[in-house]
Structure formats: structure tokens, C-alpha cells
């Protein structure tokens, strides 16, 4: 086994000094890297996944505010979709959204709940004009001969028209040019591709951008047929970046991007740390899971809330998403960036309420030397941890896949791990016990890069609060970026955070994330000018979000799709 | 926990619960199947085994150097293995493996170690990535079984999944995996009903026309898209019609609802998933279950705060104490696979009781949690017609590995998985790979057996 390893570490450490996606040295300071096509390109029609299904049902038949709530919390309690496949984090990817027994099962479930609010849609209309209406929004066009004689038919079928209705959103909401996005195009093939409709083209924006059906304006501009250039779409984007929606729809983008679910799952030890030491019972873990149950719903609204702030609130750009210091926080995590008192027992009864009570989140300012950006928020770094001690391997890999989108191979067969990670209770510190990777040669390959990313969040402990020792030892959160061919030192988090953030290779992967987004597929060799054109803009507004969305719905794969044989 | 407690927590056992409800409902209104047809279930864990702590050699007769089997009828409860204890009192209806071998995933060059096991554990085949996706190159044992022994008028299969973060592991067909539920109340709502009722009569009647109606606005649309699209939507018409189908054929299905524990802990999940399998399976619901049980908190198994993927599995080989919390580990999984059983067994059926007509395979994605894919934990359990258990099989470990020239592996895994689909019933030689070629150019053949059937 020994002679195996010996034999692909060097395959391994090839694979590592020059990842896909980008060519090693970067260039001079301020060039776009190389840009590639990423290794899996099949793209597949989309299917609205279980979030754009359930926002599209709740902006087609919620009448306002509290009934779209309403109808998004039943979705969720009833006809919930099943989980959908990531893809780089991406729920999107139409080559992988294969349809289940238990898909079919929840729309219809979900279609059913629905129905029972479709009633009042007749209003003082006639039931068919406000339903054609619904449908035209739902199907992203006008409803074909047959889809209108079949909506007829429902509608007739019944005496009551509130059956009537009832059938009526039901069969919408089941219907394929409601669930798929359907694209034909029109016009020549040129290369390969041919032009999108308008109609698509307002489809595409509307789930890029609001991750949900367009609205009656938008429906009205592509019926129009002011879709057709690039500057007439950038202008309707631009209308609906400023619309409310666009906070869902970007919520949702950074949502699957950052990985804000993690947070559901984190698992701290309660016994290491005092925020769960609650009552003088350390072991009535109840009233620690009433407060980890808090913690989690605050985390997750503070990595909502942070990226809404920056996006919509701030200056918008990648600059301020990684180098920030305003957030919103709780009293928990007041308590975790050192801002307010150990939360007591007098605060679990706000705690325990859980759903029921309004989170109490209060605009913060964190102290630049210890935090600044995205990636130094104590949600994303518990998010990002073991129960006892933060996990620089996977806080690493997420700045190297999402950021850098250079991830590194995976460990090769018959790796002894064990001997990697160290014994437990052997090393001083945590970084300590992470050292064997870089200086074991095997391992070094692919660590050496990936570790001081890792070690730059020691600062932050397993559930996010700062630190200065470890174990009774000082933290070591120095390192640089060199084996990645990146001039860059850095003390800790906060320093390299605020490199990457003026680094011209994560600009380019930030591009690249946001049109894998945008388009529900990997980049293809036929996206790299497309590619090339969006980074450079993105680039050149000094890193504005709105440019980048702005630059991707003028860009030619945005618009056109490739014709299949 | 005893017998007694965790029949109460399923709603299985005492009196006044929903036994007799399912019962009623098998004598009547069951048709068209055979009476006690073969159910089957894969019993899913991670991070294979702790081998010293799970094989269960007999010194001359089955060790090192010496193969073949031995009836596991008349040893004590201290015979058995750590790990393997739990079993003792269900020793006659086990088949335990020792020396199988993922040797396929040996020979993969696609996924981490994780990933390939997942795939090739069950599919016996290649990983493929497809869209970006690490996925499957074919079915997987529960869907190629499924494929036989399913009433089109019930559920095919159900995926459940005990605990959070599950990767699927069931695959319908070609980087087609299916998705695991994780919350045994949307299970319970799935499987049993309830929750969303049409509001009248009315509607009702004009249910299944309308979802016949949504059927066809697939079809009419497919005819006119390119032929990626067009299969897509095809599929998923085809689910629809399956649905139409199995929707009317549970409406005259009356089964008792199982009464779930409420609460939110990996026990009580466990218990609950436990719960809506058995009665699921009892009342011919599906025949065909995954229970995929999600990695244990450490807490659960009394174990020090910690991962247990990283602070002890990785340690299996390396530390006593990593190795010592595995062993526990393990050996509470093979608790849960016994409370498996009792739980079908509890429900009469025919001349004997469910566990009679159900066979479980049990198969992991490692064969340790050092990332190695040999000494592969394998077991067979349950029962079915004609179907030999109550042996240890040890084999021989001379397949000659398909990454390492001069290296040697146990026997190909796929023989467990053709035995377990022969136990239900379908006959197949091979699964997924039927032969690879190994590092020195040798053709390893992967067909056939184990011969636990009609030997």
C-alpha cells in the first residue's frame, strides 16, 4: 500500500499546483486569470426547484404580504418538495433534476394546498380572465388553444366556481410549462445557439434574479417585445434588481452559493462552551437545546440579513461582502462578539418561543481588528466546525471552492487519515493537530495549500466567538497564499479576507458562480466568452453585484441556448 | 432498551393500538397478491466496521488461512463477536459475511473514497458524474428488486433516512438517486394519508381526471421539444401516470396509521422511521424499504462530545480508544438492525410473523472507516421461502486488487447483493459490473452468489 501512495502522490501534488479553472501565476496584479471550462458541462431542462416552486406559487396567488406567507408555510408543512441535488452548492442544475415518485406526490400535494386559496382569485372577474391571467404569469406566455380549452374545461366541469377555481390552480400548478422552463428560441441557429424568446428571456430573469415567476410588468415588456436587445433586458434587470423581490431572489442565490444551511446542522459540544451552560445542571441538556435552537434560527438570519445589508443596504460590492463589519445579531450573538452580557436563564423564555416570537436582531459594529467580512461572521465559522473545535480543512475548502473555485482533489485511496488529523489529546493546539498534513510530503501537495486559509480562522472558535488562546496555547491564524501563486501574507482572517477580496482570481470565480447560477449548468467551452465579458465587467465596476447580474443578462448565453442534434 | 419498550414506542405492542387495524385490512382488502409475499429492506450505516471487533473466527475451523462456513445455531451470547453481540438471540435467521471485498470501488478512479463506496455498495457499478454530479451508472439491489416484487398500485420503494445530512444511496437507474426523507412526519403524511383532503365530494370525483388532464399537456408538449427536453418531460409524465395508479390503489388500501413519538432527537427519529417501515410493510403499502441511517451524534452512544467521522472513525486502527468507540458505535448500530427485526417480527402474518417474509440487507460504504474497501461488513437477515440463514461465512481473501499490482482483496461484494435479490425472489447472475480487470491484467469475474438459496 505504501508503494501506492508513493506512486500517486505525485499525480496528486500535479493535480493541486495546477487546479482546473484557472492557470497558476495569475498573471500580472490585476489580469483576469486564464478562464476555463469547468469539467462537467451537460446542461438539462430546468425544473423549477422546491424554493423558486413555492415563492412562484405564493407570488401568483397570495394577495398580499400575510396570505403569501401563509401559503409558502403550508407548502412547507404539507406538499414539501423533496431535497434537491447541489451542484457546487446549486440547486438549480437541470442535468440532475431527475424526477421522483416523491416529487410528483408533494406538487400534487402542494397544488391541492393552493387550490384551497384560489377562490377569491375569481373575484369580480370572470373566473376565466382572472385564471387565463394566473396562467399566463405561471406559464411565463400566452396559454396555447389547448391549454385555454383545457382551463375551460375545468372551469365548466363544475356548478361551483369555487370547484371550478379549485381544479383550476391545481391543474396550473401541475402543469410542465409552469414546473420546466421550457425554451424553444426563435430565429436562425448561429454557431450552434439560437436566440431565446422574449418570453424565456423574461423567464430566465425572473428566477435569476427574484427566484420566481416575472410579474404582470415584466410579462407585459416581453409580450410587448422589448426584450430583444441586450440593453433593453439589462433595463427591465435593472428594474427588477430594485424591486423587493430581488431580496428573496438574492437571499436564495447566496442562500445555495455560501451554504447557509449548513447552520441547521451544527453540533456543539454544550459542556465547552458557556453560552449552553445555562443552569447549574450541566447535564439538563433540554434547556441547551432550547438555546442551540435559538442560536441556529439567529445565525441563519444573521448570514441573511449581512448579505441583504451589503447587496441592497451598502455599497454592494465583493469588497464590502468580505470586509464589512456591519451586521445584525441577537442577544446570542451580541454575547459571541464579545457586544453583550452572557445571555441567563431570564432570557430562555424569549428563547423558547422558537418560531412564534419575532427574532430580536439589532444593527451591529464589529471591531475591525477581529472581524471583517462574510467569511469571519460567527454563523459562517460555527457553521464550519466540529462540536468542540472549528474545522480549518472545511472552512479552507469553502474559501477554495466558492471563492477561488480551484477545489482541490479529493484524498487518494488507502490514505490513512488517522495518521493526518493527529491523536486525540496529543497536540497542543488545534492547528498543531492539523500539522501532520504539511509535514507528511504525501499529504503536503494538496495541504500546503489548503491549510493556511484553514489556520487564518483559528481566531474564531467552534461556535463563532473569538479567541486568542487555544487549549491555554496562543492561536496561530498566521500564513500566506504562495502555494496558490498568490503574493499574499496575512495575520489572520480579517487580513486575508480583505485580500481576496481585491484578488483578481476571485472575481473571476464570483463571476463564475453567479452564471452557473444564472444559467443552471456548469460553464461550458461555449460560455467562456461569455464568461470573459461578465468578469471583466464585474471587474471593472469594482466589483458591483448589480454590474456583475447586469453583465450576465446581457451576455450571450444568457440569451441564446445551444441547439442539441 | 428492552423488547417490551420499543414495541410500545412503535405502536406496535400492548393493547388497543393499531395492530389489529392492519390485520383487519390484510385479511379483506388485499387482492391480487400472494399472501405473504417477500418484502425486502437495505439497512444502511456508514464507516463500515471495526474488523477485529466484528469478524467471529472459530480457531482450525474458520481463521486466517482456513474458509468456508459454520452454523451459528449453537454458540453462546459470549461467542459472538463486540460488534456483531446484539444478534446472538437472532442467530438463526442471519447470514454474517466476513471477507467480501468493494473491490470494484478499488478499481474506480471517480469520487473520494465516500462517494465511490456509496455508489458501488449497492449499485455494484461505476460512479459517474453527470451534470456535475457524482452519481450512479445503474440501479441500485432495493430498485432492481423493487422492479420485481412492487405492486404497480403501491409505493415502489420508501427511502428513509434516520438523522440529518443522509446521501442518498438508493438509485432508480442511471445518475437517477432518489431522495431519502428525513422527517418521519412528512413520512407518515406521505405514506398514510392525511393532511390534504379535496373539500368535497365533488372534487374528489374529478381528482383523478384532472391529474389524467395534467398527464397529457406532458405528452402533447414533449412531441414538440428537442430530444433532451422531451425525454425529461416524459419521465416525468411517467411518474404521474405511476402516480395515478398507485394513488387509486391506496385509496382501497385501509391501514392503520402508526403513532409517532413527536420528538426531535436521533432516537426518537430512529423509532418513529422504524415505525412507519413496519407498518408501511405490513400493510403491503410498499415492499421494499431503505432505512438509511444518518451518522449517530457521539452523544447517543455515550461517547465523548466529538464527529464521530472525524475525532473517531478515522482513529478505528490507529488508537485504542478510537478503536473502543467505533466498537460501541458499531455494535449500537447492530442494536438497531435487531430492533429491526423485532419490530417486523411483532406483527403476525400467515403462519408466522413479518420478519418471516422480509429479508434485510445490512451494507455500509466502507469496509472500515480507515477509507479501505476490504473485510466489507455484510450481513443477511430476516427470512423468506427456501431461504438458508443462521451461517458464518468467511471467504477467502485472493481476488487480486484492481489498483495494486501483487495485492489482494476479499471476494467481490456483488455476490451479497445478487444473494440478497435471490432471497426475494429475482433471479439475476450479476449487478452492475460483471467483471473488471485487475492491476496484473487478470479478468476478476463478479457473478453469481452465495448460495443461501434453495442450497
Not at chain 2, 393499531?18 to 444502511?44: H, K, M, Q
Request: negative net charge; proline residues 6%; charged residues 25%.
Amino acid at each position: 500500500m505504501r508503494f501506492y501512495i508513493a506512486l500517486l502522490a505525485s499525480a496528486l501534488a500535479a493535480g493541486c499546483s495546477e487546479p482546473p479553472g484557472t492557470t497558476p501565476g495569475g498573471g500580472t496584479p490585476g489580469e483576469l486569470p486564464e478562464l476555463r471550462a469547468d469539467e462537467s458541462g451537460e446542461a438539462g431542462l430546468r425544473r423549477l426547484t422546491a424554493a423558486q416552486f413555492s415563492q412562484s406559487i405564493a407570488e401568483l396567488i397570495g394577495r398580499d404580504r400575510g396570505e403569501r406567507e401563509e401559503i409558502r408555510a403550508r407548502i412547507f408543512e404539507t406538499g414539501r418538495l423533496p431535497s434537491e441535488r447541489t451542484v457546487h452548492g446549486f440547486e438549480n442544475y437541470g442535468a440532475v433534476q431527475r424526477p421522483s415518485a416523491a416529487l410528483v406526490e408533494a406538487h400534487l400535494r402542494s397544488s391541492l394546498v393552493a387550490a384551497e386559496f384560489g377562490e377569491p382569485l375569481c373575484g369580480d372577474r370572470s373566473c376565466e380572465r382572472a385564471l387565463t391571467s394566473v396562467a399566463e404569469r405561471a406559464f411565463r406566455g400566452p396559454l396555447d388553444a389547448s391549454d385555454q380549452e383545457a382551463l375551460r374545461a375545468l372551469l365548466d366541469s363544475s356548478v361551483d366556481p369555487f370547484n371550478g377555481a379549485f381544479l383550476a390552480v391545481q391543474w396550473i400548478l401541475q402543469h410542465p410549462r409552469f414546473l420546466y422552463l421550457i425554451e424553444r428560441g426563435e430565429g436562425e441557429v448561429t454557431g450552434g445557439r439560437i436566440a431565446l424568446t422574449d418570453y424565456e428571456v423574461a423567464a430566465r430573469l425572473s428566477f435569476f434574479l427574484w427566484g420566481s415567476v416575472p410579474d404582470e410588468r415584466l410579462m407585459n415588456v416581453a409580450s410587448a417585445g422589448r426584450l430583444s436587445t441586450p440593453e433593453e433586458v439589462a433595463s427591465e434587470a435593472a428594474r427588477m434588481f430594485d424591486d423587493r423581490r430581488a431580496r428573496h431572489g438574492m437571499r436564495e442565490l447566496h442562500r445555495q452559493w455560501l451554504d447557509f444551511d449548513r447552520v441547521e446542522r451544527i453540533n456543539p459540544d454544550f459542556l465547552s462552551f458557556e453560552l449552553f451552560r445555562v443552569i447549574d445542571d450541566p447535564n439538563d441538556a433540554e434547556i441547551s437545546q432550547i438555546r442551540l435552537r435559538s442560536l441556529v434560527r439567529a445565525m441563519r438570519s444573521e448570514l441573511e440579513m449581512f448579505v441583504e445589508a451589503q447587496l441592497f443596504d451598502g455599497p454592494g460590492t465583493l469588497r464590502a461582502l468580505l470586509t464589512s463589519t456591519k451586521t445584525h445579531g441577537d442577544h446570542l450573538i451580541r454575547y459571541l462578539y464579545g457586544l453583550g452580557e452572557l445571555p441567563d436563564e431570564d432570557s430562555l423564555d424569549a428563547e423558547e418561543c422558537e418560531d412564534e416570537c419575532p427574532l430580536r436582531m439589532r444593527s451591529l459594529d464589529l471591531d475591525p481588528s477581529r472581524r471583517g467580512g462574510f467569511l469571519t461572521l460567527a454563523s459562517h465559522n460555527a457553521a464550519h466546525s466540529y462540536p468542540r473545535q472549528p474545522a480549518p480543512i472545511r472552512r479552507s475548502m469553502f474559501v477554495l471552492e466558492r471563492f477561488l473555485c480551484e477545489p482541490p482533489p479529493p484524498p487518494p485511496p488507502g490514505i490513512d487519515p488517522s495518521g493526518v488529523t493527529g491523536r486525540m489529546g496529543d497536540a497542543r493546539t488545534n492547528r498543531e493537530r492539523h500539522s501532520e498534513h504539511t509535514t507528511n510530503s504525501f499529504c503536503a501537495g494538496c495541504h500546503r495549500v489548503i491549510d493556511p486559509i484553514g489556520f487564518s480562522f483559528e481566531r474564531y472558535d467552534a461556535i463563532g466567538g473569538y479567541r486568542t488562546e487555544d487549549n491555554g496555547f496562543p492561536v496561530d491564524s498566521s500564513g500566506d497564499l504562495r502555494a496558490l501563486n498568490m503574493d499574499v501574507e496575512f495575520s489572520d482572517a480579517v487580513q486575508l479576507s480583505a485580500a481576496l477580496a481585491e484578488s483578481p482570481r476571485v472575481q473571476a470565480c464570483v463571476s463564475r458562480q453567479w452564471m452557473r447560477y444564472a444559467l443552471g449548468h456548469d460553464i461550458r467551452a461555449s460560455d467562456l466568452e461569455s464568461l470573459r465579458s461578465v468578469a471583466t465587467a464585474f471587474q471593472a465596476s469594482d466589483g458591483s453585484f448589480r454590474e456583475l447580474a447586469l453583465a450576465i443578462v446581457q451576455s450571450p448565453s444568457f440569451l441564446t441556448r445551444e441547439v442539441s442534434q | 432498551m428492552n423488547r417490551r419498550t420499543f414495541l410500545q414506542a412503535l405502536g406496535l405492542g400492548g393493547a388497543g393500538l393499531t395492530l389489529p387495524t392492519l390485520l383487519a385490512n390484510r385479511s379483506t382488502g388485499d387482492t391480487g397478491a400472494a399472501s405473504c409475499p417477500t418484502r425486502f429492506i437495505v439497512f444502511y450505516t456508514w464507516h463500515g466496521t471495526n474488523y477485529p471487533d466484528y469478524r467471529m473466527w472459530q480457531p482450525g475451523i474458520i481463521d486466517e488461512t482456513n474458509w468456508g462456513n459454520y452454523s451459528l445455531s449453537d454458540l453462546s451470547p459470549s461467542d459472538f463477536s463486540p460488534i456483531l453481540a446484539p444478534l446472538h438471540r437472532y442467530r438463526d435467521r442471519v447470514a454474517i459475511f466476513d471477507g467480501l471485498g468493494l473491490v470494484s470501488a478499488d478499481g474506480d478512479g471517480i469520487g473520494d473514497q465516500h462517494q465511490r463506496g456509496q455508489v458501488h455498495s449497492l449499485t455494484g457499478g461505476n460512479v459517474q458524474i453527470i451534470g456535475g454530479d457524482n452519481t450512479a451508472g445503474g440501479p441500485s439491489i432495493d430498485q432492481l428488486v423493487a422492479r420485481s416484487i412492487a405492486r404497480p398500485d403501491r409505493f415502489t420503494s420508501l427511502e428513509l433516512a434516520v438523522g440529518g445530512d443522509y446521501l442518498s444511496t438508493a438509485y432508480a437507474d442511471t445518475a437517477l438517486p432518489l431522495p431519502f426523507e428525513e422527517d418521519p412526519e412528512s413520512a407518515l403524511r406521505r405514506v398514510f394519508g392525511g393532511g390534504v383532503r379535496t373539500p368535497n365530494a365533488e372534487l374528489d370525483a374529478a381528482q383523478s381526471e384532472l391529474i389524467r388532464r395534467t398527464q397529457d399537456q406532458y405528452a402533447r408538449l414533449a412531441s414538440e421539444l428537442d430530444p433532451t427536453s422531451a425525454s425529461r418531460l416524459e419521465e416525468h409524465s411517467d411518474r404521474i401516470r405511476e402516480m395515478v395508479v398507485r394513488l387509486e390503489g391506496i385509496r382501497d388500501a385501509s391501514c392503520g396509521m402508526p403513532a409517532l413519538s413527536g420528538g426531535g432527537s436521533y432516537e426518537d427519529s430512529f423509532l418513529d422511521t422504524v415505525s412507519i417501515a413496519t407498518a408501511a410493510l405490513a400493510c403491503d403499502l410498499t415492499r421494499v424499504v431503505t432505512l438509511g441511517m444518518g451518522q449517530m451524534p457521539a452523544e447517543v452512544v455515550g461517547l465523548p462530545p466529538g464527529n464521530i467521522h472525524t475525532d473517531y472513525a478515522h482513529h478505528v486502527y490507529e488508537s485504542p480508544e478510537g478503536s473502543a468507540a467505533m466498537t460501541t458505535y458499531f455494535s449500537r448500530q447492530t442494536q438497531q438492525l435487531v430492533d429491526v427485526m423485532s419490530a417486523l417480527e411483532a406483527v403476525p402474518e400467515g403462519d408466522g410473523t413479518l420478519l418471516d417474509h422480509t429479508i434485510i440487507l445490512w451494507a455500509s460504504e466502507l469496509g472500515a472507516a480507515d477509507h479501505t474497501f476490504d473485510r466489507w461488513p455484510c450481513i443477511i437477515a430476516g427470512g423468506a421461502p427456501g431461504v438458508s440463514l443462521g451461517e458464518y461465512y468467511r471467504f477467502p481473501e485472493d481476488t487480486p486488487a484492481p489498483s495494486t499490482a501483487g495485492a489482494t482483496m476479499g471476494r467481490p461484494h456483488q455476490a451479497a447483493l445478487v444473494e440478497a435479490a435471490r432471497a426475494c425472489g429475482v433471479n439475476i447472475d450479476s449487478i452492475g459490473l460483471p467483471e473488471i480487470e485487475a492491476a496484473d491484467g487478470t479478468l476478476i469475474d463478479m457473478r453469481g452468489g452465495i448460495g443461501l438459496v434453495g442450497s
